[in-house]
């Protein structure tokens, strides 16, 4: 049985994720740590929770220690758009905490999962169909702190032998709790304005695509990496991973299928749009699809019918 660590465990990613790998391992068998609040809602009652900030590695050995931890899954981040916004602090919790982290995984053998990004790549990497392995030279601090974690959790796998898995996540959408500062971030409030039946100012333009994917196969994708069999794993840091490509249009237009009168109009964003410029159209994930069996199950259609449902039964119970 695994004892898991969850750094970061409040946030977008962490909130849904401490849910799902409870319910698989057992609520005991999860600690959750937190950094600041907003709390999700019963967080402290739903299993043990430890405060950790992931800048200190003794609060991190601490814990592992603790709770016999054999698996971390390091969610500390400050994200794209805010972090440019004050890049010493996204320099400093990204890198910081995963080099916490690895130095930690290492000296109590423990597996260690840090997400990677879309952000990792940058201008001059190939747009569409983006290969696994190609040109990495991205323009935003946080797509630095990406790539560096990438290369230094792949070090520490090949000096020390550390299990280390990541996949580079595009723009995440969920119903749950809101992003924490991205640039894909529109892909998500675009649903509570429609739901409430206001007008949405997207910020980036017509014609943007990017990678995203629904939150139930974010998580799958997770879990199943962090269960692979390590011996067909050619890749580690990082895979990888999309379900769907779509731009603004796209998504206004499958919102509309449930809203014909909900209403978009544009209002740029300078930083959010040229984040979003630098960064693929599309992935090509075949390898995380061969090497441990990765495959989506949210399209555009289906994400959109399932956060429509979800959202408009958690707003009306609200009102
Ligand atoms: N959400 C997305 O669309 C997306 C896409 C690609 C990659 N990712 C990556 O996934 C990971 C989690 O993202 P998220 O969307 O949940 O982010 P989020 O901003 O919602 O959550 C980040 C969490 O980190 C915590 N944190 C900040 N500083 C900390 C510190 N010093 N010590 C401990 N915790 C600290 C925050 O309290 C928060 O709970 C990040 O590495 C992010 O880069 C997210």
Sequence with gaps: MKKILIIGSTGQIGSELSVRVRSIYGDNNVVCGYYAPPFPEGFFEAGPAIKIDAQQIKQIADAVRKYDIDT???????????AEKNPKLGWDVGVGSLMNCLDVARDYKC????????????????????PQDTIQRPTTVYGITKVLGELVSDYYFEHWQVNTRSVRFPGLISNVTLPGGGTTDYAVEIFYKAVKGEV????????????MMYMP???????????????????????????????????????KKYYPNFKMVYNIDPLKQAIADSWPNKLDDSCARKEWGWQPHYDLDKMTADMISKLSGKLSSRA
């Design 111 to 130: 597996g260690l999962f840090t997400p990677s990004s879309i952000g990792a790549f940058g201008p001059n990497t190939p747009k569409d169909n983006t």
């Design 217 to 255: 196969d974010a998580l799958d994708a997770m879990i199943h990496l962090m269960e692979a069999n390590p011996e067909k794993l050619i890749h580690r840091n990082s895979f990888n991973v999309t379900a769907m490509s779509f731009d603004p249009e796209m998504l206004y237009a499958a919102i």
């Design 200 to 211: 949405f100012e997207c910020p980036v333009k017509a014609g943007t695509f990017m990678d």
């Design 72 to 82: 971390i899954y390091n969610l500390a981040a400050i994200l794209s758009a805010t």
